[in-house]
């Protein structure tokens, strides 16, 4: 008898302890599974960012909205963000001007998701300070 109890209060930390390393193990996996998919997902959006203004040919801090205004038309709408003019084009509408995007997006996206956004472009002053995409209830 006194074996047992001997062995028994011997494995019983034993056994709270392994369950408590399985729980810290589980928290653990799941951050850093979160974590990835959050790099993962900003390095898609960086990428995506890089070949919408690479097909629209937009440059950051050298092209102004006239030439803006030339190549994609009036913007879907616009506002004004921390002093900032800020437009939206459709970029479903703007895969009907632009061949060249038209192709990258059906690259980038399926056609429901190409319908979700919106390219967005912030001005400072005349010129052209930031292009990205946006999901449209963002924009």
Not at 37 to 45: F, H, L, N, R, V
Request: net charge neutral; glycine share 4%; with cysteine.
């Amino acid at each position: 008898m006194k074996k047992c109890l001997l062995i028994a209060l011997t494995a019983l930390p034993l056994v709270a302890h392994a369950g408590l390393m399985d729980s810290l193990t589980d928290t653990v996996t799941s951050s850093l599974t979160s974590s990835a998919k959050e790099m993962a997902g900003s390095a898609m959006d960086s990428a995506s960012n890089e070949a919408i203004k690479k097909a629209l040919d937009i440059k950051e801090g050298a092209s102004n909205k006239q030439a803006i205004k030339d190549k994609l038309g009036a913007p879907a709408s616009t506002r004004t963000e921390a002093g900032q003019e800020v437009w939206s084009y459709d970029l479903t509408a703007l895969n009907k001007v632009s061949p060249m995007l038209a192709e990258t997006s059906k690259t980038l996206f399926k056609d429901a998701e190409a319908a979700q956004k919106s390219v967005v472009i912030k001005f400072e002053g005349e010129t052209v300070k930031t292009l990205s995409l946006a999901d449209n209830a963002k924009a």
